[in-house]
């Protein structure tokens, strides 16, 4: 029922796990968790994050814009944190440049299942 005294005092080959200490076999895989994470969650979030920033960078005069609400308007003010973003004629509303998803192209072709007559 109970370990005897000769088990409970083995220690050195007795101790290691094919000749690895549990402790360093122990940080090797949390090292390795942590490279998995890094790779797979944190590298690609910080690219995309990038990748935001620059394009909120060129945003410029008369560029159609989607905000991540949905809503598509002309820019017709670029200030330092802030747009004026043109959402219907004669309506300007001011909004932050982070909230801005997608910037799109003046000459970005229509969807092809629209009609247009």
């Keep these: 029922m109970f370990a005897t005294p000769a088990y409970a005092q ?12 549990p402790a360093v076999m122990q940080m090797v895989l949390l090292g390795g968790m942590f490279a998995l994470f890094y790779f797979l969650l944190i590298r690609p979030q910080q690219q995309r994050q990038k990748k935001h920033q620059a394009m909120i960078a060129g945003v410029k005069r008369g560029d159609t ?3 991540s609400s949905g809503v598509i308007g002309k820019v017709v003010r670029v200030e330092e944190s802030e747009i004026g973003l043109e959402v219907a004629q004669g309506v300007t509303v001011k909004v ?10 003046k000459g970005q072709p229509a ?3 629209d009609i247009k007559s």
């Design 10 to 21: 083995a220690t050195g080959a007795a101790a290691t796990i094919g000749g690895i200490n």
């Design 65 to 67: 814009v989607v905000l």
């Design 96 to 105: 932050m440049k982070a909230m801005i998803a997608d910037i799109r192209v």
């Design 111 to 113: 969807p092809a299942n």
